[in-house]
């Protein structure tokens, strides 16, 4: 995600360029404010318990129907969090700051 000095992405640059508007093309600058992580994640139906990376303590933890609802949040406090979750598909989203977003699906 390089910027150049006003602040704009490559692909913001380059759309007006299409139509002769000239911009900088001078990216020195970074739109990642830290190093991304990438955590582990994984769900034992048994226990009813969602083991995550530790890394991602601090981090907020949605719950989502197939069709996009939001079902629940929370922020996540231990690496092991225990989670019902109802019958069917569930869609679990987790993000923070320095790491890759994740997306599980758990089918009950």
Known sequence: NSMNSDGYTALE???PSILRQAMSTDFSL???EGIIE?????????????????????????LYTVDGRLMSRRIITSAITPVAFPEGITL???Q????????MKICM
């Not at 048994?46 to 981090?59: C, F, H």
């Not at 923070?96 to 997306?103: E, F, Y």
């Open 13 to 15: 640059v380059y759309l």
């Open 30 to 32: 970074s739109g990642i």
């Open 38 to 62: 990438i955590i582990y994640d994984e769900y034992d139906p048994v226990t009813g318990e969602l083991r995550i990376d530790p890394k991602a303590i601090g981090s907020s933890l949605s």
């Open 92 to 94: 679990v989203y987790i």
């Open 96 to 103: 923070g700051r320095n790491i890759a977003p994740r997306i």
